[in-house]
């Protein structure tokens, strides 16, 4: 699997946007884009997936750069609890055998 | 639904002992993984069962873990004879087969004295 880079650690204001973003230049054509988030002490939670197109749902938008070598994860209005260590991952279609494989993380400060 | 429900979630025990961790996937899930998570390696997979059988154990560190999902609605992960390295976070997560969606369970604090 493509492997991702993250900035190790980043800060928001409160009710402002969050744009956490993800390099992966070494990305397959059949390889999609995850979102997970780990909050303190809970297991990792799923957030958005994207191939090609940008991607929104109830908690977040995902941009992704039309050479697909980078995204970005955006938080509307960011809030305490989206306090969290954010995971960007790459991988072919679990019915391909894809599997999650979790780098680092960006770990986000939601801050009041 | 319940999520993904595991057990115990915190367990300390002495070097040389048996750990079981016990994982019930969501039900109708038939995809379900078994994760690590430490300070030093990050959240690493171990194995993944697809319909009960074992597609890959590649990430199962050595011989003294073992994993076994007897049916589609239970499945343990066993350390035997464990050791204090062996402490960490661990995570079940299941998924419909096919899914693109993990959903993972509290996780089991295990703590290897």
């Known amino acids: 699997d493509a492997k991702t880079t993250q900035p190790t650690s980043m800060d928001c204001a409160e009710g402002r946007a969050a744009n956490l973003p993800c390099n992966h230049s070494?990305?397959?054509?059949?390889?999609?884009v995850y979102w997970y988030r780990q909050i303190h002490s809970q297991g990792p939670q799923y957030i958005i997936h994207g191939l090609k197109n940008n991607e929104t749902n109830e908690m977040a938008s995902l941009i992704i750069t039309e050479d697909r070598k980078s995204s970005t994860l955006i938080l509307p209005h960011a809030t305490l609890r989206d306090t969290a260590v954010y995971y960007c991952?790459?991988?072919?279609?679990?019915?391909?055998?894809?599997?999650?494989?979790f780098g680092q993380g960006t770990e986000l400060s939601v801050k009041p | 639904d319940a999520g993904v429900i595991q057990s115990p979630r915190h367990e300390v025990t002495e070097m040389g002992q048996e750990v079981t961790l016990r994982c019930k996937p969501i039900?109708?899930?038939?995809?379900l993984f078994w994760y690590r998570q430490t300070m030093m390696r990050g959240l690493e997979l171990l194995i993944y069962?697809?319909?009960?059988?074992?597609?890959?154990d590649s990430g199962m560190p050595e011989d003294r873990f073992s994993a076994k999902m007897p049916n589609a609605s239970f499945s343990t992960l066993k350390i035997q004879p464990s050791e204090p390295r062996d402490s960490a976070v661990y995570f079940c997560?299941?998924?419909?087969?096919?899914?693109?969606?993990?959903?993972f369970g509290p996780g089991t604090r295990l703590l290897v004295l």
């Open positions: 070494t990305i397959s054509g059949n390889e999609y």
């Open positions: 039900s109708g899930h038939n995809s």
């Open positions: 991952i790459v991988r072919v279609p679990s019915n391909q055998g894809g599997k999650l494989i």
């Open positions: 069962f697809n319909n009960n059988v074992p597609i890959d």
């Open positions: 997560a299941s998924t419909r087969q096919g899914g693109q969606t993990q959903y």
